[in-house]
């Protein structure tokens, strides 16, 4: 895919390629309903062409110093990874509650969990908190901006067991099965964008193995490590519905995934 495509574009475009699959529409309104909006930071030379404008604002910085609350205290070797401007996120487009205003920061290691995610509102009293010198591997690149840019996710390894209606609809039928598996690899070809390999805001986590969904967690930031340091691994923030739908940011999870 080379153009944006909105996340009901995407929904439209799956039920389309049921239809050219002859498959019951049962069937392809299972693979509709994995289908959960994203948001992709990503750097302004990997935006797409319909948004390198000259007025193109940043949603987002990599590295560089923190504005953290007043009276805040975090530990001084975790470092700052990311911050947030709330205002700059597109509204209705994410599925999960992210904040408004103001900014968020994230600061954790690449090579343990835990971190801190603030959400520091406007006309909050800040101070500015540099990141430690590290000598360990874990140096941060940046600091440099990111944009943001509606995505549409589906689960990770994507299999016809992801659909009940799939799997009974193609039991022990070889024809059938094939159908079901190139609906799958419509599916994820309709997701993969080339700027959709970097940092990402709500959607289905690009986990490995163990996704957070079958935790019953829900992802908020995932964070690749590429991106950010020269590390290989991945941190995933996420908490349950309950806890991201109430702000209670004090109860969010890091992992990480190697």
């Given at each position: 895919?080379?153009?944006?495509?909105?996340?009901?574009?995407?929904?439209?475009?799956?039920?389309?390629?049921?239809?050219?699959?002859g498959l019951p529409e049962p069937v392809t309104e299972g693979f509709v309903r994995l289908l959960r909006p994203c948001l992709h930071l990503c750097?302004?030379?990997?935006?797409?062409?319909?948004?390198?404008?000259?007025?193109?604002?940043?949603?987002a910085r990599v590295g560089g110093p923190a504005q953290l609350p007043k009276g805040v205290e975090v530990p001084a070797y975790v470092p700052h990874a990311l911050t947030i401007d709330c205002a700059a996120i597109p509204t209705g487009i994410l599925d999960i509650a992210f904040p408004a205003d103001g900014h968020v920061a994230v600061l954790t290691e690449t090579t343990a969990d835990g971190g801190f995610f603030l959400h520091v509102p406007?006309?909050?009293?800040?101070?500015e908190r540099h990141s430690p010198e590290r000598d360990d591997g874990q140096t941060?690149?940046?600091?440099?901006?990111?944009y943001a840019v509606p995505g549409t996710t589906c689960p990770s390894w994507l299999d016809p067991s992801h659909v009940t209606e799939a799997t009974a609809w193609?039991?022990?039928?070889?024809?059938?099965?094939e159908l079901v598996d190139r609906m799958v690899e419509q599916v994820e070809s309709?997701?993969?964008v080339d700027w959709g390999h970097g940092i990402q805001l709500g959607g289905h986590s690009p986990a490995w193995h163990d996704p957070l969904e079958d935790?019953?967690?829900?992802?908020?930031?995932a964070l690749p490590w590429g991106r950010v340091s020269g590390d290989d691994c991945i941190t995933y923030v996420s908490g349950t519905p309950e806890v991201i739908a109430?702000?209670?940011?004090?109860?969010?999870?890091f992992t990480v995934e190697c």
């Open positions: 895919m080379t153009a944006i495509l909105t996340h009901e574009a995407v929904r439209d475009a799956v039920r389309d390629a049921g239809r050219a699959l750097p302004y030379e990997k935006l797409p062409e319909e948004l390198r404008t000259e007025g193109a604002r940043p949603a406007t006309g909050t009293d800040t101070v941060r690149h940046g600091p440099f901006p990111l193609a039991e022990e039928d070889a024809e059938r099965t309709l997701v993969d935790r019953g967690r829900v992802l908020l930031v109430q702000h209670r940011y004090d109860a969010l999870a």
